[in-house]
């Protein structure tokens, strides 16, 4: 028990917190066009906005079409 104890230890010793890893903005999740990324449906469901996110999914269903 003890061994696996300090193995986490030793696991959770190695990892880096990063606080703002998922506060970072990427391109990809803001362009109108190309394809909608969970991260930018995400977001959209997060704030409640269901009209953007369904006009962007319209956007990207007439741009794999064309």
Do not use: H, W
């Amino acid at each position: 028990m003890l061994e696996a104890l300090q193995i986490l230890k030793f696991t959770y010793k190695q990892d880096r917190l990063n606080f703002t890893g998922d506060l970072v903005a990427d391109e990809r999740d803001y362009t109108i066009s190309g394809p909608v990324t969970p991260r930018a449906v995400d977001e959209l469901v997060a704030a409640g906005k269901l009209p953007e996110l369904d006009e962007l999914l319209a956007n990207a269903r007439e741009i794999d079409c064309n």
